[in-house]
């Protein structure tokens, strides 16, 4: 494509900034207790306002609230096998498509929060393209960053909240038939590379931590909480001072998905994804290796294994343990 077709779609895409990406879409269930209760329950969120009815009704705000992350959960399209989605395709996909963009991968969410949601509320979500990036070199490939500005409004047309969607749409790396599958002995180089996370100040230690074969997580110097991901704040006392805790490393599996797509270079499909239960009170997200996604199950006991992607980078993985 040269430059001047480059900056013709480009100046396109431009010109839908500030349109309706996709029409109103509003919840088909009101806020309400039993999918809060589940959402808490897979996330391990115990706080008592948004269950405990009782003393939600005696704090200042008398009553019951939804956990302000669930925001989106209420207008979520339905899961569909063969992952079509309600509405088509956001607006402006079609033109970077046309333009080679094709893959397409999440990058950051952002929740601004105007009030708490209750019980009740019947919530409705605008969505608006807020702008296109220059183009981009990344890991994945070439490619754009799309942001979606999302308005979440309640039964009143009163906005309760607002949310910033990113998606980093790339043109895959090719790659030929030698680099499809390197010969023993073949350099790293050869290989496409494995996605790194973004590391942060509170998070750090975490990752330093695996490349010294530790998991770590944060445990509050104040009240002793472990938690993890970490956060900049202990969420019991709040905290701002911590330390760390090395895990034993095993645990049992709470929950998991096989990801079949969308499929990121580095990676090997189909690919289990677990929810552990460590010994020491906390959970993990993390790959499964070396068990077959059908021998997959809930309670099944596993332990950590340090995978060494590239040198100085180190993720953690679960394998099965075996028992008795």
């Not at 100046?11 to 996709?22: I, Q």
């Not at 008398?62 to 979520?76: C, E, I």
């Not at 038939?177 to 790293?188: C, R, V």
Request: glycine content about 8%; aromatic content about 8%.
């Amino acid at each position: 494509m040269s430059d001047a077709e480059t900056q013709d779609w480009l100046e396109k895409v431009r010109a839908l900034v500030g349109r309706e990406a996709a029409p109103p879409q509003t919840a088909e269930d009101p806020v309400n207790l039993p999918m809060v209760r589940r959402w808490c329950e897979a996330m391990g969120e115990s706080n008592p306002l948004y269950l405990d009815e009782t003393l939600a009704t005696n704090t200042e705000l008398q009553g019951l609230v939804a956990p302000p992350a669930m925001m989106d959960v209420w207008t979520m399209s339905h899961f569909r096998p063969d992952f079509s989605r309600d509405g088509g395709l956001l607006l402006g996909f079609d033109l970077v498509d046309a333009a080679g963009f094709t893959s397409a991968v999440a990058t950051n969410l952002e929740q601004e929060y105007i009030r708490y949601l209750r019980p009740g509320d019947i919530i409705t979500q605008h969505v608006k393209l807020d702008g296109i990036s220059e183009q981009k070199k990344t890991g994945l490939g070439v490619g754009h960053f799309l942001t979606y500005r999302y308005e979440f409004t309640d039964q009143q047309g009163e906005l309760v909240g607002r949310m910033f969607f990113r998606v980093l749409k790339f043109r895959p790396v090719a790659q030929s038939k030698d680099t499809a599958a390197p010969a023993a002995g073949a350099p790293e180089t050869s290989k496409m590379p494995h996605p790194r996370p973004a590391v942060t100040k509170d998070g750090a230690f975490f990752w330093e931590g695996l490349n010294q074969r530790q998991l770590l997580v944060r445990k509050c110097a104040s009240c002793g909480r472990l938690h993890h991901p970490p956060g900049p704040m202990c969420p019991a006392c709040q905290s701002l001072e911590w330390t760390t805790l090395p895990c034993s490393g095993r645990g049992t599996i709470h929950s998991f998905v096989v990801v079949h797509q969308p499929q990121i270079p580095g990676f090997q499909y189909p690919l289990p994804v677990a929810l552990v239960d460590l010994e020491e009170g906390v959970r993990v997200v993390a790959n499964l290796r070396d068990i077959p996604p059908e021998k997959v199950r809930i309670g099944m006991p596993v332990e950590v294994e340090f995978v060494e992607v590239e040198k100085d980078f180190v993720i953690p993985a679960f394998r099965e343990r075996r028992t008795g």
